[in-house]
């Protein structure tokens, strides 16, 4: 067998054999490769600022690999052939194909242009070489999101009259925007150095300090879930992990500490919701907000009940539901179930508008991705931070519905193109 007669499912995990397929073709880069890194780049920094500079950057990024488009090919048909790739392919055509059967097939195309931020996938792919500087960029992009929460938070700087320290552009996405980061800094913290240790260390802090800016359950739940997850899987993948995991556990004690000693009653409160919101939920009588959810997820699930196998259709949801009664009495600020658009909850969302056909690819396809980034972690431990960021969307996505809008979803794919990239042993400078 060639080099290149390797199973796809392991071919791009040695750089040598995508990067002999990136440079293999006869085609002149007109570009080249610095600036499609610094268009990469770009695009994360503004990613998390608004949506208007997150459509700037991205679309920027889509012209630079357009312009490339010959000399990228072969290493995305590589891409393309990776079993995980073409289960996420598979799952998106049929996600489009529901819209044939959905009452509301404007909002169906609506929907599926939502998942056009998997491009991110192929448009950071090529640039394996260059992973440090893309996690590094992503990085950056956190410490910018987070000198618009410090503005918001000390300077009474607001947006639409409301407080910038949850971010511009969504809450949720400011939350997760950090948890990731913040996760990466503290693998960082023990897996690169002391040097690097004294960086990532009050990078971390600040995260944390933007996360409870942001306050969201759904990443805090995403955080807990990582932490097990991720440690267990570096003590299987990773020689000597155990005594790191210890430190980066104890490193998370101590910024938790700076944090409650510096902004201790935000930090305070958000524990003590998310206590007294789990605690009353157990015992039957949940707070409003996680009883309308139950609330959305019940009408979701009687809906999915008339076509199980194949869904109401994308964009379908509010239509299917409008005249479901599950007995919820709408009390305080909380809108009217009926009003929202999804079910907020990925799975459910995706269970209810494509069926179990939908639900079933969903799930082989994350599965195989994660089968991917353990070996990708196996012989990089260092991709444990965007691995553990995956983990946290996946985690945090059952709460919310993530594969409906961008702003949800692009956090994510950032973080499993990273995680899974072909491993490159050097990472060249620019233009080398």
């Not at 960082?188 to 002391?194: C, F, I, Q, Y």
């Amino acid at each position: 067998m060639t080099e290149f007669s390797t199973h796809p499912w392991d071919s791009d995990l040695d750089w040598r054999n995508a990067e002999r397929t990136t440079r293999g073709g006869t085609w002149q880069d007109l570009v080249g490769e610095p600036a499609h890194l610094i268009a990469a780049i770009f695009a994360l920094v503004m990613e998390p600022i608004s949506t208007a500079t997150a459509s700037i950057g991205f679309a920027t990024l889509c012209m630079i690999a357009a312009l490339r488009l010959p000399v990228l090919w072969p290493i995305w048909r590589r891409m393309l052939g990776q079993t995980w790739i073409k289960l996420l392919v598979i799952w998106i055509v049929w996600t489009a194909i529901s819209i044939a059967w959905s009452p509301d097939q404007a909002k169906g195309f609506d929907r599926l242009g939502a998942l056009k931020f998997f491009a991110w996938l192929p448009l950071l792919w090529p640039l394996h070489r260059y992973w440090k500087w893309l996690f590094g960029g992503f990085l950056f992009s956190t410490v910018v999101l987070q000198g618009i929460q410090i503005s918001g938070e000390f300077f009474g700087a607001t947006h639409h009259g409301g407080s910038l320290a949850a971010g511009m552009r969504h809450p949720t996405m400011a939350g997760m925007w950090n948890g990731i980061a913040l996760s990466c800094w503290l693998f960082l913290s023990v897996a690169a150095g002391w040097r690097v240790m004294l960086l990532a260390v009050p990078m971390a802090s600040l995260c944390a300090f933007g996360f409870f800016w942001a306050g969201q359950r759904a990443a805090l739940v995403g955080i807990i879930i990582e932490i097990a997850v991720t440690n267990i899987i570096l003590g299987f993948v990773a020689k000597g992990w155990m005594h790191k995991a210890i430190t980066r556990g104890m490193i998370g004690v101590v910024i938790l500490g700076a944090v409650y000693f510096i902004a201790g009653a935000r930090m305070t409160a958000k524990l003590a919701q998310v206590s007294k919101e789990t605690t009353q939920s157990l015992q039957g009588d949940a707070p409003e907000i996680v009883e309308t959810r139950i609330a959305m997820w019940k009408t979701s699930l009687i809906a999915w009940e008339k076509n199980p196998m194949f869904g109401v259709g994308l964009g379908g949801y509010q239509m299917a539901t409008a005249g479901i009664d599950v007995g919820y009495k709408k009390r305080g600020k909380v809108k009217d179930i009926h009003n929202f658009d999804t079910s907020h909850s990925t799975y459910i969302m995706i269970l209810t508008e494509s069926g179990l056909v939908g639900i079933a690819l969903f799930l082989a396809w994350a599965v195989a991705f994660l089968v991917r980034a353990i070996d990708c972690t196996r012989v990089d431990p260092l991709r444990i931070g965007a691995f553990g960021g995956a983990i946290i969307w996946f985690s945090a996505a059952a709460f919310d519905s993530f594969n409906t809008r961008g702003v949800f979803l692009t956090v994510g794919v950032i973080m499993m193109a990273l995680a899974v990239m072909p491993r490159s042993d050097t990472s060249p400078a620019i233009g080398k």
